[in-house]
């Protein structure tokens, strides 16, 4: 039953531009969602999160977009740089948290 | 602040053996939880205490696994015996209030052979 999905397992990005991460969810109950990003050998870290009242939510290079009609979510991070480069995961939370599967993103130099 | 700490960071048993990982969660968190993630997937819920209370573990694997968190502090997770498929990484999160997010530890990558 996998209510969150990231259907992309892995981007590329050149330095500087622009990366846009994706998720979609299926259950309209969800009502907080959240972005963690993950370095090999150490757990998920925090990143960002928003609200299921809010569309959008920024902090620094970092934005997340819910589209609720869409059930999507997506992390646009600008401008990427190459220690960005690491496995990003969704996750959506309704009495516990359920993740994606995580993105695989390699900045590129 | 000390972050989530897990012990140990790696194990390797064999097949039927008992395993057991420890967990000390960020201090004041009363929200504490067991995941587990397979390869190229992402973590999925084991086990989730509030204080002393195991609010959920409808997914914990009751026949072989087993949990606690005496005194709502430290968490310890036991799997016995162990099967080739409970190969995975073992993460540990807490969180203080119901809106936090998650803080995780650096997991425990079990092997069992």
């Known amino acids: 039953d996998q209510q969150v999905k990231q259907n992309s397992p892995s981007l590329s990005v050149q330095e500087g531009r622009i990366s846009i991460l994706n998720c979609d969810y299926t259950?309209?109950?969800?009502?907080?969602f959240l972005w963690y990003k993950k370095y090999p050998a150490e757990g998920p870290t925090f990143l960002i999160s928003i609200s299921s009242i809010k569309d959008k939510n920024e902090d620094g290079r970092f934005t997340v977009f819910l589209n609720k009609s869409a059930k999507h979510l997506s992390l646009h991070i600008v401008p990427s740089q190459p220690g960005d480069s690491a496995v990003y995961f969704c996750a959506a939370r309704l009495n516990d948290m359920r993740f994606g599967a995580g993105t695989r993103l390699t900045v590129k130099p | 602040e000390a972050g989530v700490v897990q012990s140990p960071r790696y194990k390797i048993i064999e097949k039927k053996q008992p395993v057991a990982f420890w967990c000390n969660p960020i201090s004041g968190h009363n929200t504490l939880y067991w995941y587990r993630q397979n390869l190229g997937q992402g973590p999925e819920l084991l086990i989730r205490y509030e204080n002393e209370e195991a609010v959920d573990d409808s997914q914990l694997p009751k026949d072989r696994f087993s949990a606690e968190r005496l005194k709502g502090v430290d968490s310890t997770l036991k799997i016995q015996p162990a099967e080739l498929g409970d190969s995975a990484v073992y993460l540990c999160?807490?969180?203080?209030?119901?809106?936090?997010?998650?803080?995780f530890g650096n997991g425990t990558r079990l092997t069992v052979t």
């Open positions: 259950n309209s109950m969800f009502d907080y």
């Open positions: 999160a807490s969180s203080g209030q119901s809106n936090s997010p998650l803080h």
